[in-house]
């Protein structure tokens, strides 16, 4: 994870991951409440 200027989350992807990822959309939310945390990744073909 990498954090954009405005803050905006991103992925940052090295190696085979890379490679498998090339191409795909990735979708991530975070949400946070209570000092409950969660995340959610969608990976679009």
Known sequence: MI???SGKP???FRGEIAGLIDG???H???SHDAG????MVVVER
């Open 3 to 5: 954090n954009h200027e």
């Open 10 to 12: 991103d992925f940052l």
């Open 24 to 26: 795909a959309k990735v």
């Open 28 to 30: 991530l939310s975070l």
């Open 36 to 39: 409950i945390a969660s995340a």
